[in-house]
Every structure is written in structure tokens, then in C-alpha cells.
């Protein structure tokens, strides 16, 4: 499956952003989906998942402010970031995953990824 990550961005602290990644060669029905992010000199993190029947898991720093949904029928799935603080600026990856969920936030395990969308956040 081929990865395409899209709607980055610069915003002001307190905006938001809505992240889409969109599916070819396969349907994203088969695989979990997550959403990792990047920042300069730092270790790819995990950023919220969601799984094959529709489950959703946050990273503590997400929570509350992120969603991420799915839409099978457009093969693609999505990143609402509301609230966005200066610390969310990154580059953000979306992943495809037939792993177990109980591996969904193990970058590791995920086989296919999109090429990544810059996130910017000022204060």
C-alpha cells in the first residue's frame, strides 16, 4: 500500500490543523492506522492509532486535543489537531500496520509509511 500524507502547515498556538492520508494499491480496511511525528533531532513518537474495527489510542501528549478517524469507503484516514501548542511542531508520518493492537504504538510495526507533512506551531 502507498502512503500519501497531506495538510500541514503553519498555525498560531491555540489553532488547528486537520491531517489526511490517503491510500492506494490497498485498502486501508486490512491495517491499523497510525499517526507518529518527527521533530527536529528527536525519535519518531507515537502520536495516536486507530484500528481495523475502528478502536482509537492517544499518546498522553495527544489526548484531548487530537482525533484520528478513518473512512474505509475513501481509503484514507484523518488527524484533527485542535489546541496545537509550539511542542506539536514536527514532521508527521501516517502508517499502515497489520500488527496486533497491542503493538500499534511501536513504530516498528508498521510496514508502509507516507512521506510526511510539516507541522509548524508558533507561539
Known amino acids: 500500500v502507498q502512503l500519501q500524507a497531506s495538510g500541514g502547515g503553519s498555525v498560531q498556538a491555540g489553532g488547528s490543523l486537520k491531517l489526511s492520508c490517503a491510500a492506494s494499491?490497498?485498502?486501508?480496511?486490512?491495517?491499523?492506522m497510525g499517526w507518529f511525528r518527527q521533530a527536529p533531532g528527536m525519535e519518531r513518537e507515537f502520536v495516536a492509532a486507530i484500528g481495523r474495527s475502528g478502536g482509537t489510542f492517544y499518546a498522553e501528549s495527544t489526548k484531548g486535543r487530537f482525533t484520528i478517524s478513518r473512512d474505509n469507503s475513501k481509503n484514507a484516514a484523518y488527524l484533527q489537531m485542535n489546541s496545537l501548542k509550539p511542542e506539536d511542531t514536527a514532521i508527521y508520518y501516517c502508517?499502515?500496520?497489520?500488527?496486533?493492537?497491542?503493538?500499534?504504538?511501536?513504530?516498528?510495526?508498521?510496514?508502509?509509511w507516507g512521506q510526511g507533512t510539516l507541522v509548524t506551531v508558533s507561539s
Open positions: 494499491g490497498d485498502t486501508l480496511r486490512n491495517f491499523n
Open positions: 502508517g499502515a500496520s497489520r500488527a496486533v493492537l497491542s503493538a500499534i504504538r511501536g513504530a516498528d510495526n508498521y510496514a508502509y
